[in-house]
């Protein structure tokens, strides 16, 4: 049974930084890749950045260049370093972790998900 929880969202100006984090729990071999997806109210959720269990990231066009993913050599935590925010990344993100895709994973994808952590940018 895998076990996601979130920290480190919050309040910030415009232009400021905020890291996420996601300590994750009870994985087992087939559920190597972890992702941050972006949920705001009335949108489709958007996948924001995935890691490999070999480290291959992937970044939406939208945060590239300004957000960071990374992982702990154990790799049961996941970052989320957000630089240069702007008002559109606001939103509820969460945590998932799952099989490895370059991208957004296809339909029928399970993954597994935290609770989600509020970012609010202004």
């Known amino acids: 049974h895998v076990q996601l929880v979130e920290s480190g969202g919050g309040s910030v100006q415009i232009g400021g930084s905020l890291r996420l984090s996601c300590t994750v729990s009870g994985l087992s071999f087939d559920e190597p890749a972890k992702r941050w997806y972006r949920q705001v109210p009335g949108n489709e959720c958007e996948l924001i950045s995935s890691i490999s269990s070999d480290g291959t990231t992937y970044y939406s066009d939208s945060v590239k260049g300004r957000f960071t993913i990374s992982q702990g050599t154990a790799k049961t935590t996941v970052y989320l370093q957000m630089d240069s925010l702007k008002p559109e990344d606001a939103g509820i993100y969460y945590c998932?972790?799952?099989?490895?895709?370059?991208?957004?994973?296809?339909?029928?994808?399970?993954?597994?998900w935290g609770q989600g952590t509020q970012v609010t940018v202004s």
């Open positions: 998932a972790t799952g099989r490895w895709y370059a991208g957004m994973p296809p339909p029928g994808n399970l993954d597994s």
